[in-house]
């Protein structure tokens, strides 16, 4: 896996557990949040596991689903 591929790894394994921080501090579970915004709870367990990115959209819905602005959805530090 080159440079580029390996950094992509670490901003959506980063990004996944910031989303899994904010669903559990807001007691929800992913299958809820995933249905709310009309996805598979696979499709949004992948995200949260750093297995999937996603698009502009479906960040929008997230954050409406978690009542939290895409701004701190996007606030994570690189781990």
Same mark, same amino acid.
């Given at each position: 896996?080159?440079?580029?591929?390996?950094?992509?790894?670490?901003?959506?394994?980063s990004f996944g557990y910031h989303l899994r921080t904010i669903r559990q501090e807001k007691k929800l579970r992913q299958k809820t949040v995933?249905? /709310?915004c009309n996805m598979d709870s696979g499709s949004y367990s992948n995200i949260e596991n750093g297995k999937r990115n996603i698009t502009i959209l479906t960040l929008f819905k997230i954050s409406q689903m978690l009542n939290v602005s895409?701004?701190? /959805?996007?606030?994570?530090k690189l781990k």
């Open positions: 896996m080159g440079n580029f591929e390996e950094k992509n790894d670490i901003i959506l394994k995933a249905k /709310l895409m701004t701190e /959805l996007m606030n994570f």
